[in-house]
């Protein structure tokens, strides 16, 4: 622990690589991003299908890129692709596997994180950690005998299966239809209609059921689950039930709540930090970027440009 870096990120996702490459350009020089994942963009990687759109725009809004990291619209792999490039170009220092579990602020004013790895200390602490690292469950218990054939993502998916995706936004439908390509699958949502999706998911979804790809169960939500025959059987509240090969939730993610509490963090009613307008948190040194800076969703371009804010912000309190 005898280095202090200027700038500890923690979390491998667009924010935390912004944050790293914007604090190497503006020049700090002691800079560390930690990722408990295998690789950077784990999210990505996991949750986006492949071939996935990628846009730098957001739900109707024009993003501007405000830093010196130039993401444009893309595909699932070729956002990879991009990120793989700017970690190498420059010169990153990381580790991967590597998890943090605990921030403490130190009485001159150092943080020492505390990691998997080990500690490190830092003058400046970044959270950059995704919603969706920790996807949101059912209040519902799933049955032990039948929890490999419940999943959050699409990794476990086979073809020819009966599948029932709950969720109403959009990866609930980028899944349906991605699935449907090879599988019986069902879209359930507790709601009678769709509105979270984009444009472009809810056309989709909306032409895959018009030509009888997906069936779409709206409306009506799940009461339990139970095994039959070690397969799903899905009891809804209006008193039906349905059995499944496998069904997959797509209903968002958490706060990682214990995590930002471990750190002294002041959070609201809801669970998410206060954040000031330069995205400190309510621990002086403490930001925060990402998903659980802006709440509402993941744009990769209002990621990037949190990390520009932030070193910006932890510059000006230097006198840069």
């Known amino acids: ?40 963009s784990d999210t990505i990687r996991r949750f986006y299908k492949d071939n996935k759109r990628v846009d730098k725009n957001w739900q109707g809004q024009i993003i501007e890129i405000e830093g010196h990291v130039p993401f444009t619209d893309g595909t699932k792999e070729s956002t990879l692709d991009f990120f793989d490039k700017m970690i190498d170009e420059h010169e990153i220092d990381y580790h991967f596997n590597c998890e943090v579990d605990k921030i403490t602020k130190n009485d001159d004013n150092t943080f020492t994180v505390r990691s998997s790895k080990g500690d490190f200390l830092a003058k400046n602490v970044v959270i950059a950690i995704g919603r ?20 959050f993502n699409l990794d476990k998916c086979s073809k020819a299966e009966k599948i029932l995706i709950v969720g109403g936004g959009d990866s609930a439908t980028e899944y349906a239809v991605e699935l449907a390509k090879s599988n019986d699958v069902t879209l359930n949502y507790r709601r009678e209609k769709l509105t979270r999706p984009n444009p472009t998911n809810l056309k989709n979804i909306n032409k895959a059921y018009a030509m009888d790809e997906v069936k779409l169960k709206l409306g009506i939500d799940i009461d339990s689950l139970e095994s039959e025959h ?62 659980i800076a802006f709440k509402s969703g993941g744009s990769i371009a209002i990621a990037l440009n949190h990390g520009y804010k932030i070193v910006k912000d932890i510059l000006s309190k230097q006198g840069s």
């Open 230 to 291: 070690g397969l799903v059987k899905v009891n809804f509240k209006d008193g039906s039930s349905e059995i499944y090969d496998r069904v997959i939730y797509a209903i968002g993610g958490t706060t990682p709540v214990d995590f930002l509490k471990s750190a002294n963090l002041i959070l609201d009613r809801k669970g998410e930090p206060i954040i000031k307008d330069n995205l400190e948190s309510s621990v002086e040194g403490i930001y925060i970027a990402g998903d």
């Open 132 to 151: 969706m690292g920790k996807p949101n469950k059912p209040s519902y218990k799933i049955p032990p005998s039948i929890r490999k054939r419940v999943n």
């Open 1 to 40: 622990m005898e280095k202090v870096y200027d700038i500890i990120i923690i979390g491998g996702g667009p924010g935390g690589i912004g944050t790293a490459i914007e604090a190497k350009v503006l020049g700090l020089k002691n800079i560390l991003l930690l990722e408990k994942s295998d690789n950077h």
